[in-house]
């Protein structure tokens, strides 16, 4: 039974930043992608950034330039660096892993963003 918990999550000022951290129960490396969406209240889930099994990411326009996704296998982590936030960015983000395929997802973390 694939895991994913969701930390880093919290309230933070227009231009800060944050980390959040998406924990798999089992490697990494058994997944084919692994990524993070969001979804704002009233909002469909959108992708925030992915990254791929041999390295390769993929942003969401809204993103580009000020989040950064990264990984470390030996603690079978995923990161999302969020920098220069603003009150858009204000949403529920959850991870995702793609094995084959089958989809998980954890129970996601609040991010708050005020103006």
């Known amino acids: 039974q694939v895991q994913l918990v969701e930390s880093g999550g919290g309230l933070v000022q227009a231009g800060g930043s944050l980390r959040l951290s998406c924990t798999a129960s089992?490697?990494?490396?058994?997944?084919?992608?692994m990524g993070w969406y969001r979804q704002a209240p009233g909002n469909e889930r959108e992708l925030v950034a992915r990254?791929?099994?041999?390295?390769?990411?993929m942003y969401g326009d809204s993103v580009k330039g000020r989040f950064a996704i990264s990984r470390d296998n030996v603690k079978n982590t995923v990161y999302l660096q969020m920098n220069s936030l603003n009150p858009e960015d204000t949403a529920v983000y959850y991870c995702?892993?793609?094995?084959?395929?089958?989809?998980?997802w954890g129970k996601g973390t609040l991010v708050t963003v005020s103006s």
């Open positions: 990254i791929i099994k041999g390295g390769s990411t």
């Open positions: 995702k892993a793609t094995m084959s395929s089958m989809n998980y």
């Open positions: 089992g490697s990494i490396l058994s997944f084919n992608v």
